[in-house]
């Protein structure tokens, strides 16, 4: 009598590695918006893992903590952000270029990365003290450095007033360009070049030596 052969079972196929890279960002992504909706404290693994639509002991397949998904969102905002600094400061422009280039990037930045940009708001005072985020106490230093050092040649140069308070200048200008993480939304009825466009026409009337 003949024997019945056995169904064969196929294993599943392994995702590949941009599959895999593709789920990590998404995953990241989920957890930047819980992190900024909820206060990083307040969020849990499960929390961020019921927003993903699985469980949170499938979250530890990809990432081994909280803590490690948080500097992966600051550290990926960062990098791309100084990427973009770099570009701008490198390029030999004119104080007032390089400033309004620096201000179009700082949006360009909120249009990809806003609840990672609302994270920093929020919560890099807190996490710069401890050892594993002191990248971001890092940037900040060289965050203000830079933009310092363009205020203070625009005044050298005659481009901008000789009164000019560029450290009181250097607060305004951060402080209102970053805190429009808090209502910008990806895909709204204005570009983050022509916010930024409104915006250097709104700060540049204030500062630029009358012609």
């Known amino acids: 009598m003949p024997t019945k052969k056995k169904p064969q079972v196929t294993a599943p196929k392994k995702p590949t590695a941009a599959a895999a890279q593709a789920r990590r960002s ?30 949170a002991g499938s979250l530890y397949y990809h990432f081994d903590s909280k803590e490690s998904m948080l500097e992966e969102i600051l550290r990926t905002f960062l990098d791309e952000l100084w990427d973009g600094y770099d570009t701008v400061l490198a390029s030999g422009l004119g104080p007032r270029e390089t400033l309004e280039a620096l201000v179009t990037e700082s949006f360009r930045e909120i249009d990809r990365h806003r609840a990672a940009v609302a994270i920093y708001q929020k919560e890099s005072r807190q996490l710069a003290v401890q050892d594993r985020f002191a990248f971001l106490a890092d940037s900040q230093r060289r965050f203000e450095k830079a933009w310092l050092s363009i205020l203070e040649q625009g005044v050298a140069r005659r481009v901008f007033r000789a009164d000019l308070d560029v450290r009181l200048t250097y607060r305004f200008v951060r402080d ?22 409104q915006y250097l026409s709104m700060v540049l009337d204030g500062i630029a030596v009358r012609t």
């Open 26 to 55: 998404e995953l990241l992504g989920t957890a930047a918006e819980v992190f900024a909706e909820q206060g990083y404290n307040a969020t849990t693994v499960r929390a961020i893992a019921d927003h993903a639509g699985m469980l």
């Open 176 to 197: 209102t360009v970053w805190v429009a993480a808090s209502w910008y939304r990806p895909g709204g009825q204005h570009s983050p070049e022509e916010i930024a466009r």
